[in-house]
């Protein structure tokens, strides 16, 4: 069965430091997301990306963040300069249509 | 504003035992459900949605989920319980046009044998 793949699951770096976060979605799926969940708080929505430009972004995903799908397989996060509040757990998550979303394992983050 | 509320932080049920888990929802439209399940270590399974139709609907695992308008509920249920269902359960809502997911807090389930 087809699944969503995530690297690395984990992620350490040290304040100031940007970090690129990788997601392969399910091969036939046109709808990509990334989530967050901060330790012991809810999974929050940070961005939708369809037809290759963001649909929705939430205010969590500021300036700093930035996704991009560089091929045809890949969608990535990038956090420029990476604060300690961003240490989560981060969430790939992709669809066929706008309505079910499967979900990658998650990458952890923790910023020194 | 849209919202999900999991009443219960965390439920302990003895092995073969019912459960319900509860989820209440706000959300201006028709809206499409979830509920996730994660396992430690895990990313989010889907255990089954509610888009329109029979209000009851059935997931994987023996799960089934009730929605019920007017309360504004989706709650989670299994006639008995295995081991292998202690996990972390996510109610979520989704908006319709974009997919965004709104989740609940999450229930962590305890499984006592």
């Known amino acids: 069965e087809p699944e969503v793949t995530q690297t690395p699951s984990h992620q350490v770096t040290q304040m100031g430091q940007e970090v690129i976060l990788r997601c392969v979605p399910i091969?036939?799926?046109?709808?990509f997301y990334w989530y967050r969940q901060i330790l012991g708080q809810k999974v929050e929505f940070l961005v939708s990306f369809y037809n290759n430009e963001i649909s929705e972004k939430s205010e969590i995903f500021d300036d700093q963040f930035s996704v991009e799908r560089p091929d045809g397989s890949n969608f990535t996060l990038k956090i420029r300069s990476t604060k300690l509040e961003d240490s989560a757990m981060y969430f790939c998550?992709?669809?066929?249509?706008?309505?079910?979303?499967?979900f990658g394992p998650g990458t952890r983050l923790t910023v020194l | 504003a849209q919202s999900v509320t999991q009443p219960d932080i965390h439920i302990t049920v003895s092995e073969g035992a019912s459960l319900e888990l509860r989820c209440n929802y706000s959300?201006?439209?028709?809206?499409?459900l979830f509920w996730y399940v994660q396992s430690p270590g895990q990313g989010l399974q889907l255990l089954l949605k509610?888009?329109?139709?029979?209000?009851l609907v059935q997931g994987i695992k023996g799960f089934e989920a009730e929605f019920k308008r007017s309360q504004s509920s989706f709650n989670l249920r299994k006639p008995s319980v295995h081991w292998s269902d202690a996990a972390e359960y996510f109610c979520?809502?989704?908006?319709?046009?974009?997919?965004?997911?709104?989740f609940g807090q999450g229930t962590t389930l305890q499984v006592k044998p």
């Open positions: 979520a809502v989704g908006a319709q046009d974009t997919g965004k997911l709104i």
């Open positions: 091969s036939n799926h046109l709808y």
């Open positions: 998550a992709s669809s066929e249509t706008s309505d079910t979303q499967y």
């Open positions: 509610y888009f329109s139709g029979d209000t």
């Open positions: 959300y201006g439209a028709t809206p499409y």
